[in-house]
DNA sequence: GTTATATTTTAGAACCATTCTAATCTTATT
DNA sequence: AATAAGATTAGAATGGTTCTAAAATATAAC
């Protein structure tokens, strides 16, 4: 048996593609499964694109950045710097906050109802606010 | 007259480099006479260089970010950075927050008192909160 | 099913911000 | 002045990301 038709896992992921309007491309397919069969997670290109290695999924690097961007394009994912030098996608993409361990480089979600911001002020210029971002840094 | 001896500016500037422990040389000098001089700003490490240029201040690019690496490691300014690809320096080091125009990718200074964070969680495993960086994104 | 059309994947080059190297120059100290 | 410690520099190197243009694949139309 070299090919399962379907799993859960996979089923999901494909509605996920196709409901988003993206082509369920093999590629595509197996970067979703990783990303999405577990709980929520922060990725970077680079470890997606070694997970993927040590999985024997064959793919590019170019085609990881294509789907990670295609991916948050769609609200699939959520893309965060902090450092420069390197993103995080983040497949939690509802509103939340981030603990950021400023020595190990490791992400955190923290809920939203876990900060209550009491005041925050209008945007200028008539601007509209698109996100409001928290990130605790911590030395740990 | 090829050189003024001391202005208000000059020895304010030269005096801060001394108290921190920094060589007043010719480019920290000059830099950080760019960097302070006037209100707070946001200075990239290619803007500054540039900015240089402008004034016919000959330093290297590698100079300026040793420069602002050293302002930064003693507390001169802030390093900041929100989209992957390039940081800033913020003249402006006291506790405050950032709005972030998408479109521009301008900084504005939020001042501390402008945002009431009513609860903030506890740092996990006893690590100790070394910043709090909220950031508004705007469309703007 | 086949064909046509649009989209996706890919290897490798290119790019950009930043850091490194190791030689030279400056500053502060004696 | 001589010395030692620290700073500057050009250019090479690095690391993450994007681009290019050709080959492969997915969907739509027949």
Redesign the interface.
């Known amino acids: 048996m070299r090919h399962k038709k379907t799993s859960v896992g996979n089923v999901t992921v494909l509605e996920r593609l196709r409901a988003s309007g993206l082509r369920p491309t093999r590629q595509r397919l197996a970067l979703a499964k990783l990303l999405f069969a577990r709980g929520h997670r922060h990725a970077s290109a680079e470890q997606l694109f070694n997970e993927a290695k040590t999985h024997r999924i064959e793919v590019s690097l170019a085609t990881v950045y294509n789907a990670l961007h295609d991916f948050t394009a769609k609200g699939l994912l959520r893309e965060i710097?902090?450092?420069?030098?390197?993103?995080y996608f983040d497949t939690n993409t509802s509103y939340h906050h981030h603990?950021y361990?400023?020595r190990s480089g490791h992400l955190?979600d923290?809920a939203a109802d876990?900060?209550?911001?009491?005041?925050?002020?209008d945007?200028?210029?008539?601007?509209?606010?698109?996100?409001?971002?928290?990130?605790?840094?911590?030395?740990?």
Do not use: K, Q, T, W
């Open positions: 710097s902090i450092d420069s030098g390197g993103s603990f361990f400023e955190e923290i876990r900060i209550a911001i009491a005041a925050l002020p945007a200028p210029g008539g601007a509209e606010i698109s996100r409001v971002d928290v990130i605790i840094r911590v030395n740990g």
